[in-house]
Structure formats: structure tokens, C-alpha cells
Nanobody, 124 residues
């Protein structure tokens, strides 16, 4: 089993920054990738960013490229999402995801464990 604990969400104004963190614990030694997804009210969960644990290679959704950056702290089993220039459209619950053998980074079904989610609200 793997446990994921997210933190860092909150209420900010448009243009502000937030940094989300996700700490993984438990049987983490066989992970292949970790990612961030988000879900706004009435919408499906969508891919935000993912990172390959072995070498740090990353991928970001087109909607956040240039504004959001995913990174990892290898020794602390933690993944981060730095979010800059936030927009009201970024308002959602953000979920951390952990994949054991993730091949399709942008597909939620390819991840095996999920955090409880952290709310990000951006006011205009």
C-alpha cells in the first residue's frame, strides 16, 4: 500500500502563486511516475503534470505549460507542483497520483494510488 498526503492548497487572487506538495509513504520503492490531476465542479478529472521518478523527466498539460512546474525531491519521496500566474480557470481540487508502472502519464486510469485532494481556489 502507498499513502499520499497533499498540502499547499488555498484561496488566492488571480496572478498569484501556490506550491502544492505530495508526500508518499509505504511501499514506494516500485513507483514509476507521480502526477497531478485536477477536477473542477461538474467537470471530469484532467491531467495537469507528471514526472518520471527515475530521472525526473516531466510532462505538463498544454493548459498549464509555462505557468506550472512539477518537480520531485527524490530522497524525501515528495513531489511538488509550483503554480504561477494562477487564473480563475485553475480553480479545482488537485489530486496527487502514484503509478507503479505508468506508461500513459496523462491517463488517470494508469495510476494506482491517489491522495485525498487539496482545494485550490483562484478569485478574479
Amino acid at each position: 500500500q502507498v499513502q499520499l498526503v497533499e498540502s499547499g492548497g488555498g484561496l488566492v487572487q488571480a496572478g498569484a502563486s501556490l506550491r502544492l506538495s505530495c508526500a508518499a509513504s509505504g511501499r514506494t520503492f516500485s513507483r514509476s511516475a507521480m502526477g497531478w490531476f485536477r477536477q473542477a465542479p461538474g467537470k471530469e478529472r484532467e491531467f495537469v503534470a507528471a514526472i518520471r521518478w527515475s530521472d525526473g523527466a516531466a510532462r505538463h498539460a498544454d493548459s498549464v505549460k509555462g505557468r506550472f512546474t512539477i518537480s520531485r525531491e527524490y530522497t524525501k519521496n515528495t513531489v511538488f507542483l509550483q503554480m504561477n500566474s494562477l487564473k480563475p480557470d485553475d480553480t479545482a481540487v488537485y489530486y496527487c497520483a502514484f503509478g507503479l508502472s505508468t506508461a500513459l502519464w496523462a491517463v488517470a486510469a494508469d495510476y494506482d494510488y491517489w491522495g485525498q485532494g487539496t482545494q485550490v481556489t483562484v478569485s478574479s
